[in-house]
């Protein structure tokens, strides 16, 4: 991987609480940007307690009454400054402490679903890692009840659809892993897919592998962060130890040609995370990012934001500085929100529906 240092080599603009204020850091709205906020997307690859602000840390802070290693808002975005995914992820489980209530979770949720909606998100398909929340003591249910209660309000007042994905911690054990499937078991009709996230190397899909087996019995739909950090390998194990429907990252299966075919072949969505990939030094450059060339040898690409808070860059974000820095056509923009709801865990007449929206949008916009 290539060596940088993270937010102090790469600044990225701090997000804010306000949908327009953080568009209007991304500087003038030119034609492209108008058009990437009108274009319906859906948002495949986003962890809900990646989305959790600073400014939202002190007021979940106060209101259950935790003491904050941090002075001040300042000072969380100053430590924002990763080198790595271990660096995030250090922080990023300290931020989630501040969560201890179902109430929390749902006001978590909503602040999303607003920003979302701003960027012209019609669905997302929401991770969440109960086993950060469960072993601190939190019951499974105040996380999986908080964020299904913004679930429905969000898709009630603001039209926009969602599922949840319960992700696993591969840093711990499969027999913890475990515990969790059997405690997510009463929720199990309102949760639609399993993933793998945390640290990555070290930890490879296979560990997973009986795990993976049990959830798949039960009817989850399965995917697996693969190719962020670790090698082309653990992507190979994600699909044919794992048999996931969806790859989330997959950057470093461009290392092997094989793997790219496999994958083309496949019809495999990859769930790519730009800004996410800049702060944690997985590409050097935004203009260096494989996006474009994953696109131009065929393989089903999507546009995501990973952790928004922490990576500086919600989903538009992401669309409008990406498609700048690769020069994106106005094909591959169509391309690419059109694979986010065919990589999605949609039923084919709901993707159908947004698919022709999108081929509406694009006529009137011709």
Known sequence: ?????????????????????????VGPMTA??????????????????GSLEPEQMFEFGRRNRIDLAFGSVEEVRAAYAFSNLQDFLDIYYQGAGVLRTERDFHDLAMAYFRRVTADGCRHVELFFDPQTHTDRGLPFGVAADGLLAGMAEAKATLGVSSSLVLCFLRHLDEDAAFATLRAAEPWLDRIQGVGLDSSEVGHPPSKFA??????????????????????PAYVWEALDVLRVDRIDHGNRALED??????????????????????????????KAHPLKRMLDLGLK???N???????GGYL??????TAQALNLPRADLVTLAKNSFTGSFLPPVA????????????????
């Open 1 to 25: 991987l290539p060596s940088c240092m993270g937010s102090l080599k790469h600044p990225v603009p701090a997000a804010s609480l306000d949908p327009a204020a953080d568009r209007a850091k």
């Open 32 to 49: 492209t940007a108008e058009f990437i906020r009108g274009l319906p997307k859906a948002e495949l690859h986003l962890h809900i307690e």
């Open 210 to 231: 009986r795990l993976f087996s049990a959830a798949r019995e039960r009817g989850l739909k399965l995917v697996a962060h693969a190719g962020e950090e670790g090698p």
């Open 257 to 286: 040609p094989a793997l790219v075919r496999r994958l083309v072949a496949d019809g495999m969505t990859l769930t790519v995370c730009p800004l996410s990939n800049l702060k944690l030094c997985v590409v050097d450059d935004l």
């Open 301 to 303: 690409a999507t546009l």
């Open 305 to 311: 934001s990973d952790d928004p808070a922490y990576f």
């Open 316 to 321: 538009g974000r992401n669309w409008t500085e």
């Open 351 to 366: 993707v159908a529906g947004h698919l022709a929206d999108i081929d509406a949008y694009v006529s009137s916009n011709s």
